[in-house]
């Protein structure tokens, strides 16, 4: 199945909205501290995605040792592979959403367009959705993951939903801080929805592949989503032109 992807008008039309007002301050968001439930659990990590039928081992993200600067030159492709929503909160209103960061080349870096790329709430869930990313030698990439109150907007894709105070920054970093780093392969998001859901133990989680879908073993009563990261594909190759004093044929 070919995934529907975020093009350059669509990051355009994100960017305007931001333009009239509705961007907001990062730095004051990510300083900010969370009131109520922070609604990010943990992050997981896998090098690649199994075959179908297989699995690979899951490890806490913070264990990756190095960034990849790569990303730096050639973006990031986002994809979301999979998700799952606690079974316990399938039927209530409200849930958890995760916007996306994009840096604009002019623009003060503390003002940043955002783009809720995925949700789980009010007995929805978004469907599979693929997308470019710049990373920033300074920050990698940046998301915020939300808690969606039964007022909150219904997370639609390519619209900016109103900013909640339930909030947890979450960096792909490519510097030496502390957190995830930036790298290929398979980030697992685990989120709070209430205070008594739990952490997931990464060293004994398992992603899985089975009749093309993706999932994670030993994992319930959690809501979860997985993103794979990519280098973005590279621009088309442009064909040489053809001499100017071709032989004739005869």
């Keep these: 199945m070919k995934l529907p992807a975020v093009h350059r008008r669509q990051f355009l039309k994100i960017a305007s909205v931001?333009?009239?007002?509705?961007?907001?301050?990062?730095?004051?968001?990510?300083?900010?501290?969370?009131?109520?439930?922070v609604p990010l659990l943990g992050v997981g990590y896998a090098a690649s995605l199994p075959e179908d039928g297989f699995t690979v081992p899951m490890a806490d993200a913070s264990t990756i040792l190095s960034p990849d600067p790569t990303f730096i030159s050639r973006a990031a492709r986002i994809t979301v592979v999979g998700a799952s929503r606690a079974k316990q909160y399938a039927n209530t209103t409200g849930g958890i959403g995760v916007d996306a960061y994009f840096p604009i080349t002019g623009r003060d870096a503390a003002k940043s367009p955002r783009f809720g790329f995925w949700s789980a709430a009010n007995n929805a869930m978004t469907?599979?959705?693929s997308f470019r990313m710049p990373a920033l030698a300074t920050?990698?990439?940046?998301f915020v993951v939300r808690r969606l109150r039964?007022?909150?907007?219904?997370?639609?894709?390519?619209?900016?939903p109103a900013l909640e105070t339930e909030t947890s920054p979450l960096t792909l970093s490519l510097g030496n801080v502390d957190g995830p780093k930036l790298a290929r392969g398979i980030y697992a998001l685990a989120f709070r929805e209430e205070n008594g859901d739990s952490a997931p133990s990464w060293n004994r989680t398992l992603l899985m592949h089975q009749a093309g879908q993706y999932s994670l073993s030993?994992?319930?009563?959690?809501?979860y989503v997985l993103l794979q990261v990519d280098y973005d594909e590279e621009p088309a190759a442009i064909a040489p032109a053809p001499p100017r004093?071709?032989?004739s044929r005869h």
């Design 18 to 37: 931001a333009a009239v007002g509705v961007a907001f301050s990062e730095r004051r968001l990510f300083a900010a501290t969370s009131s109520g439930i």
């Design 127 to 129: 469907g599979p959705v």
């Design 139 to 142: 920050t990698g990439l940046a």
């Design 150 to 160: 039964p007022t909150a907007g219904d997370g639609q894709l390519n619209t900016v």
């Design 218 to 223: 030993g994992v319930t009563g959690v809501t």
């Design 245 to 247: 004093n071709r032989a």
